[in-house]
């Protein structure tokens, strides 16, 4: 594995954030889908750092055409770029996406709730093993009928979405879910040492897929997102400070020399994932900012994830070894055979917020 490879001038960055950002405005987005967050405020930011007016009109476009026919809402709404969107509204003043927003959180939470959490599927994304392992009766007996459940990536959906807009639109109500959501995903999934575990399931005891890396990052930055939208004095803050720490921490302890993570952080036969190192920068800058970790030990590990994604990079910006969408599987080997070699929202809007939001602390 070696060291970590040499992080490149500012330059050049910048040169690389150009080619990344072009790829993320050619990207088949839906209204909505996995990855549309990630991908949306990875635009949002590359236009701001390169003071390219293009990006925003993007976005705004985007949300203009969702904002004027929102419904009928559909459950993978609950996947819609909703920071992205608040943030959008806000600079434009475009009352109508506030609206569609109001309505779109009013959709959310007349969900019911497993374990505190707002339902996502009905019946869950379960497919069979990548990789092919055989499945033990029970476990075969859900895939022919899944429940319900949620997943970790879910955090980084409704906690920022809600806390965003009530920060945005003065309800302080709307604040409070989602902390509330936040504290509940924690509660779910994070376990003793820091690490979140895939998913779980309605009427299913215990949580399922330990340590799947790209999940790692959907926390993290759901998390953070959070505890920028709150209140320095909310009284739920402590609890997210907290287990965005560990979990920091625990990642560092799992991070390889060369400043890669395996696609399941404790699996070397897992093989290479290249959107971690990107989450992972980005959180880690994101978290030194917010003043929850310590600069010191946090530092060098974002500096290494950083020059990793970057060195993991072809001459067109596409960033490689990025996993195809994991669905959810109850065995440990789905997440190690997942395929690879995608260029995706959830692969290059990462690595774009990972060179933005780490360019002022370098």
Known sequence: MGQAPALPSREERLALLGKVGKSLLGMPYKSWNFGDSTGFEGILETGRLLKDPTYFAFADGWFRAWASRPEPFKPLDCTAPGVAMVEVAHESRNQAIFESLNRLATYLMSRPKNRGIYDTWETFCLIPPYGGEELPADEEKWLSNPPGGTCIDCLHFDPPFFTALGK????????????????????????????FDHFFMYGVPGTWAPGWGRGQGWALLGMLDVLKNISLKHEGRRKIEDAAAKLIYSMIKLQRDD??????????????????????????????????????????????ALAAVIADTNSDGELQNVTAAVF?????????????????????GPFALAICETDSLL
């Open 259 to 304: 400043g890669r993570w395996w696609c399941v952080v404790d699996s070397e036969r897992s093989g290479e994932e290249g959107s971690t190192a990107g989450f992972m920068a980005t959180g880690f800058a994101r978290a030194i900012k917010l003043g929850i970790v310590d600069e010191s030990i946090v530092r060098p590990a974002m500096i290494k």
């Open 328 to 348: 959810a599987s109850t065995r440990k080997s789905h997440y190690e055979f997942t395929p690879r070699g995608f260029s995706v929202p959830w692969g290059q």
């Open 168 to 195: 945005e639109t003065g309800d302080t109500a709307l604040i409070d879910v989602g902390v509330e959501q936040a504290h509940a995903y924690i509660d779910a999934l994070q376990k003793e040492n820091g690490i």
